[in-house]
T-cell receptor, first 113, second 113 residues
């Protein structure tokens, strides 16, 4: 089955700095690469995703880059703000096998004002 | 997007009893999932709730312990049976949208004493 890892497990940055979280996966057939944000006490919410036919996608301060050859994709947050503090999960999958979604272990991001 | 509600939002139960969690979606969806999230941990898929057929359970989860119903395309229930303190967790239902992104319910926080 899919093996998903995230690095780092915790990340602390100063407000205004950038943050990068990396997700590595084992299933070479994965073709959908989402990132979810979970604030304390709240439900996970999709913040950005990328399909396997593109290498990068950007939405304001957040971006996702994909390296299918190396089997990893990364979340980039620029100009971090305190409200970016949360746990971030990746969940790569094959769109034809949605019953096998494996969430990464999560990365706890703290943005220090 | 999909709007998902869950009931109850939280409960405190005695060991040996059972609790049924309800999940309601505001639109018809094919794929509905139940997850467990223990404090500080990632999301673990319990089962996929299929309309008109038995649920598909992940390794480590069995129907006798976590019976699931899916009577129609907008509703599902998860029962946690014969509870023990180890079942204390947050239980979330989730649906998949057309674009493969997942939406989560607000969760049910269960404490077993």
């Amino acid at each position: 089955g899919e093996n998903v890892e995230q690095h780092p497990s915790t990340l602390s940055v100063q407000e205004g700095d950038s943050a990068v979280i990396k997700c590595t996966y084992s299933d070479s057939a994965s073709n959908y690469f989402p990132w979810y944000k979970q604030e304390l006490g709240k439900r996970p919410q999709l913040i950005i995703d990328i399909r396997s036919n593109v290498g990068e996608k950007k939405d304001q301060r957040i971006a996702v880059t994909l390296n299918k050859t190396a089997k990893h994709f990364s979340l980039h947050i620029t100009e971090t703000q305190p409200e970016d503090s949360a746990v971030y999960f990746c969940a790569p999958l094959r769109k034809t096998s949605y019953d096998k979604v494996i969430f990464g272990p999560g990365t706890s991001l703290s943005v220090i004002p | 997007s999909a709007v998902i509600s869950q009931k109850p939002s939280r409960d405190i139960c005695q060991r040996g009893t059972s609790l049924t969690i309800q999940c309601q979606v505001d639109s018809q969806v094919t794929m509905m999932f139940w997850y467990r999230q223990q404090p500080g941990q990632s999301l673990t898929l319990i089962a996929t709730a299929n309309q008109g057929s038995e649920a598909t359970y992940e390794s480590g989860f069995v129907i006798d312990k976590f019976p699931i119903s899916r009577p129609n395309l907008t509703f599902s229930t998860l029962t946690v049976s014969n509870m023990s303190p180890e079942d204390s967790s947050i239980y979330l239902c989730s649906v998949v949208a057309v674009g493969y992104e997942q939406y989560f319910g607000p969760g049910t926080r269960l404490t077993v004493t």
